[in-house]
């Protein structure tokens, strides 16, 4: 298993910090960017299905 680190979605920030759990085992984190508009996020699931919902996004 490969240790991912974890990067803001909306400022590509490594500054995170964990901040508890949003249920059914996801973890949430907090961005610390001051200049990052996004306060916490929930890490997404492996790119590969991330880029897959991208394709199916721009196909409709
Ligand atoms: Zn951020």
């Given at each position: 298993m490969v240790l991912e680190p974890v990067l803001c979605p909306t400022c590509e920030s490594s500054d995170v910090v964990k901040h508890g759990?949003?249920?059914e085992d996801k973890q949430r984190y907090k961005c610390r960017n001051p200049e990052c508009g996004r306060?916490?996020?929930i890490?997404?699931?492996a790119k590969e299905s991330?880029?897959?919902k991208?394709?199916?996004y721009?196909?409709?």
């Open positions: 759990q949003s249920g306060s916490t996020f890490r997404e699931y991330r880029n897959n991208l394709d199916n721009e196909a409709t």
